[in-house]
């Protein structure tokens, strides 16, 4: 496996010094900026690094994941509640009463002691 990398990186730089060689260079009448001119560098650049970066295989790898399942826990279940039933004896209230401007009304009310 190392010798198919090595390998494979002695061919990659083998490409990128011919194809290197084989490139003339950019004159003045070319009619490119020095600015043109250098973004092409860096994106050539940028290109030529990537596909370095993506040929190489991973340095390590995660170990495969393990799942181990726990031992059954037995929990005892909690004592039966006792209920507690509390009566409220509440009775309604009723009286009229008199509003001025309205007359007479019936009010009623419930009162819980």
């Known amino acids: 496996m190392k010798s ?10 083998l490409a990128v010094t011919v194809s290197l060689a084989a490139v003339n260079p950019v004159l003045a009448r070319d ?3 020095p ?10 650049g940028l290109a030529v690094g990537g596909a370095i970066a993506a040929s190489q295989a991973p340095v390590y790898a995660a170990p495969a994941p393990v799942y181990v399942e726990p031992e059954p826990v037995y929990v005892a279940p909690p004592p039966p509640r006792r209920r507690v039933i509390v009566e409220r004896r509440c009775y309604e209230e009723r009286a009229d009463e008199f509003i001025p401007g309205w007359g ?7 009162i819980c002691p």
């Open 35 to 44: 600015g043109a001119a250098a973004a092409l560098g860096v994106l050539g």
């Open 4 to 13: 198919q990398i090595s390998f494979r990186a002695g061919m990659a730089a």
């Open 104 to 110: 007479w009304q019936e009010r009623s009310r419930t």
């Open 31 to 33: 009619r490119l900026s």
